[in-house]
């Protein structure tokens, strides 16, 4: 014979107990959730925090750097004993010219444009050579008005720029006819084009390709 086992009815107050008792339970499992979630939240914003700082710090290292560099390169009494050194130099090349024939110094001007290459700066113009030869713009322009050979600081500049150019094309064979060009001082391919021909009696293609040749011929010989 099987045992009969006999079920207590539960009592209100059980109940109740038994309610609270889980109600309990389900709070404390909540709060600890969100506890939980918001110390994982704290962290991660501790964590990029940390970032940010170290990376400011790297930032401040390198500022410091870069600092300290700038500083190593501008020496202010370097800089004046320079300027004093230009100035003193101009002052010297005032005194020289004064003292020169029309045709000394067009050779001595010939010379200072040959030497800085001044005349590859597409945007130079008259007031720019005059500060930089210390001469006045009224004396450069009688200069070049008095040369059969110019006339005009245009044509004056355009022909160092065409003579520039066909020492570039000898040295840079590796060079295209563009950088060629802008390294020359000229603008305008067509202006090139058109200039170089005009004074050297070929295209600069032509040019480049008549130098090869002959190179391949000295070297034969």
């Not at 501790?46 to 390198?62: C, G, Y």
């Not at 720029?161 to 305008?188: C, H």
């Amino acid at each position: 014979m099987y045992s009969e086992i006999e079920f207590v009815p539960m009592t209100a107050n059980s109940i109740l107990i038994t309610a609270v008792f889980f109600a309990f339970l389900v709070a404390a499992a909540i709060s600890i959730y969100f506890s939980y979630k918001q110390t994982n939240t704290i962290l991660k914003n501790n964590n990029q925090l940390a970032d940010e700082v170290e990376s400011q710090k790297e930032l401040q290292h390198q500022l410091r750097n870069e600092l300290k560099e700038l500083k190593e390169q501008l020496k202010p009494k370097d800089r004046v004993s320079e300027l004093q050194q230009e100035t003193e130099s101009l002052r010297e090349n005032i005194k020289d010219t004064r003292e020169m024939s029309d045709d000394e110094l067009r050779g001595w001007i010939d010379l200072q444009m040959a030497e800085s290459h001044m005349y590859a700066n597409p945007d130079l113009s008259l007031k720019d050579i005059a500060q930089r030869l210390g001469l006045t713009q009224k004396r450069i322009k009688q200069l070049l008005k008095d040369d059969v050979r110019y006339g005009r600081l245009y044509d004056y500049l355009t022909e160092k720029r065409v003579l520039y150019a066909t020492e570039l094309i000898k040295e840079n064979p590796q060079w295209s006819m563009d950088a060629i060009r802008k390294e020359a001082g000229f603008v305008s391919r067509t202006t090139f084009q058109t200039e170089f021909k005009k004074r050297i009696g070929v295209t600069p293609a032509q040019y480049r390709q008549h130098t090869q040749t002959e190179e391949v011929r000295v070297e034969s010989n």
